[in-house]
């Protein structure tokens, strides 16, 4: 089934994540409309206590018009019953998180302005808290449509349909149903028999694979952090901490009330869902622009954490034009020698081989029948023909089948390997008879690329199975200083752990296998390449939408200046909560000073508020 089957199908997550965006939206235009009106009820109340008639006597009704700010608020505590349930579970089960404190806040801030309500004096209504009580629940309503919305345009941008790239052997290049840009190499391309690297296998044109499906991103993370879990577990030690000393140092109940309730809604400032949500979803929408997938939120948190990038080598070459550049036989002609090679390919759609044909065909040779075939992944290829054993594929590997290189084929192949070509030997039973060398482009602006990765701070790590000679010097024609040569799939983990073990951070670039590639599991952070199929690029956080790494400096830039905008927003907002608790712990009461009251509670969340404004404003037009 294709993803058009799948479009109008209930299970489809972009279908589920389009609908909880629009009860989202719902619930927020819901939650505004009961917060404007707690607003104007307040207001009036405030009036009212200074003797402002605003209700002419006699008036059905006019007694209880103060409930009214308790049944508004009321219905915006059930209109986010969803996430008393998710916090208070969270808080029993000693793990509380971003709910657990906004239920704990806003319940006991509801509690104690129900209490000053049934003191049934008009100045204690000007106490009541249900306010301030609306503004936070609005706030995190706000934090999680944006969050919604992020989720469904993430999704929008997987499932869009993505055709694989298949080209002819003339050359002819198919794009991207999306942005034109051709897809190199797919995740689910053979290994090259000679270099160990993933190669597109090139098949004619009935035979090209169907649309690929894109991966489902992950759950959507919930806005919750560590911080204002233990933040939630410290204002409800801290409010019966303090109501205990005052009810002991024989304070009337409704001072201990006061601060109790006071210590719980200052601990919750009005913005705290918005410190983190909203930079991640402003984030998220401009990478999403620049080419870039992304299959969790929490990707954009953990690109801040990486300081190297370990890059495959058929990321960074243009497989397509893999040209024969120098071929040395000994004791053959030009054309019976890759009528030799070309007999050992036969069949095969790698860049290699169709190179090694194409030259044959060209040299009119003619080929031999073969009776047996083998692919040896990262090492080449066997054949029986003509009663001989042929072999084509990397030197060691020759050597291990017991075949001899003759000290002249060995130094030509040193000297090639040197210039960055890659070299494979050609043997007939027990004899090397030759060998040719390969070479083929980086992908446009590589070089360029790799310097703003390291200008970003990442540094840039070549993992190729070459020799050590050709992976140096491919790494000093791009500008890498650090490279892993002979380096196979398989041992690619292994390599990732070495340099965990010296203190980086390493995300991966290479072309995945399938979704338990243990490369990808060793990684801190994995980048699938334009084109993976679905079940390979499970593991990855991102993933490209066309060949090249030209939006992976701006995003790991992006993605530290998030979590330094992030963190402001919460000093910000630490900031208000630090300079009330004065007032909301009693401390300034006990001394003649105030209790906390709605209007000092609404200045606390003002700091953090206009952190979360100016710093959304920043990643927009930065």
């Known amino acids: 089934m294709t993803l058009h089957d799948r479009n109008d199908s209930p299970e489809n997550p972009r279908v589920t994540a389009q609908r909880r965006s629009g009860l989202a939206g719902a619930r927020l235009a819901a939650a505004i409309i009961l917060t404007a009106g707690l607003g104007l009820h307040t207001a009036a109340v405030l009036c009212i206590s200074f003797g402002v008639q605003l209700i002419p006597e006699g008036t059905p009704f006019a007694n209880e018009f103060p409930y009214l700010g308790a049944l508004l608020t009321g219905f915006l505590i059930l209109l986010n019953l969803d996430i008393y349930l998710r916090g208070i579970r969270q808080l029993l089960r000693s793990a509380p998180d971003m709910d657990s404190l906004i239920s704990v806040s806003t319940l006991g801030g509801f509690a104690y302005s129900l209490f000053v309500l049934m003191s049934q004096t008009a100045s204690a209504h000007s106490l009541s808290f249900f306010p301030v009580v609306g503004f936070t629940l609005a706030l995190t309503d706000l934090g999680l449509y944006a969050e919604a919305r992020a989720e469904f345009d993430m999704l929008q941008a997987q499932t869009a349909p993505v055709k694989a790239v298949s080209d002819s052997t003339a050359g002819k290049n198919q794009s991207s149903s999306e942005k034109g840009f051709h897809f190199e190499p797919p995740s689910n391309a053979a290994p090259d028999k000679h270099t160990d690297e993933p190669v597109e296998k090139q098949v004619p044109t009935e035979d090209a694979p169907k649309e690929s499906k894109i991966p489902q991103p992950e759950e959507t993370l919930p806005p919750a952090s560590t911080v204002t879990g233990m933040a939630a577990v410290a204002a409800v030690l801290l409010a019966l901490a303090g109501a205990l000393v005052l009810y002991f140092l024989g304070a009337p109940v409704s001072d201990v009330l006061a601060v109790a309730s006071g210590i719980l809604i200052i601990a919750c ?75 050992a390919e036969a069949d095969s759609y790698h860049p290699i081989a169709l190179a090694i044909n194409d030259r044959a065909l060209r040299l009119h040779a003619r080929m031999l029948r073969s009776s047996a075939r083998t692919e040896v992944p990262g090492c080449g290829v066997e054949a029986l023909a003509g009663g001989a054993s042929l072999r084509v594929g990397r030197g060691d590997w020759i050597q291990k089948q017991g075949v001899r290189i003759s000290a002249e084929l060995q130094t030509r192949a040193d000297q090639l390997e040197s210039k960055g070509k890659t070299v494979v030997f050609v043997s007939s039973n027990q004899f090397a008879k030759g060998l040719i060398a390969f070479a083929n482009e980086p992908q446009p602006e590589v070089k360029k690329m790799i310097k703003k990765l390291q200008n970003a701070g990442i540094e840039p790590v070549l993992m190729t199975s070459d020799s050590a000679r050709t992976a140096k010097a491919l790494a000093q024609e791009l500008g890498i200083t650090e490279y892993k040569a002979a380096c196979h799939h398989n041992d690619r983990a292994k390599e990732i752990q070495l340099l965990q073990a010296q203190g980086k ?118």
């Not at 620049?290 to 939120?297: P, V």
């Not at 939408?545 to 030209?550: K, N, Q, R």
């Not at 992976?552 to 993605?559: I, R, S, V």
């Open 269 to 343: 400032p009005g913005a705290i869902a918005l410190c983190r949500t909203l930079p991640q979803c402003i984030a998220a929408n401009t990478i999403l622009s620049s080419g870039i997938r992304i299959n969790s939120q929490d990707a954009i948190r953990k690109a801040s954490e990486i300081n190297t990038l370990v890059i495959g080598r058929s990321i960074l070459l243009d497989r397509k034009k893999i040209h024969i550049t120098d071929f040395l036989a000994e004791g053959l002609t030009d054309a019976t020698f890759f009528s030799l090679a070309a007999t």
């Open 505 to 622: 951070n390493v995300a991966l670039l290479d072309t995945l296998k399938h979704e338990n590639d243990a490369a990808a599991a060793q990684s801190d952070y994995v980048i699938a390449p334009g084109g993976t199929s679905a079940e390979a690029a499970k593991s990855a956080q991102i993933t490209l939408s066309h060949p090249g790494l030209a939006p992976l400096a701006p995003f790991f830039t992006l993605g530290r200046k998030v979590e330094k905008l992030t963190r402001q927003n919460y000093i910000w907002a630490a900031i208000g909560t630090v300079l009330a608790l004065p007032v909301a712990s009693g401390i300034a009461y006990s001394f003649g000073g105030p209790v906390l009251s709605p209007p000092i509670a609404l200045l606390a969340s003002i700091p953090g508020f206009f952190a979360c404004l100016i710093n959304a404003l920043r990643l927009i037009y930065d």
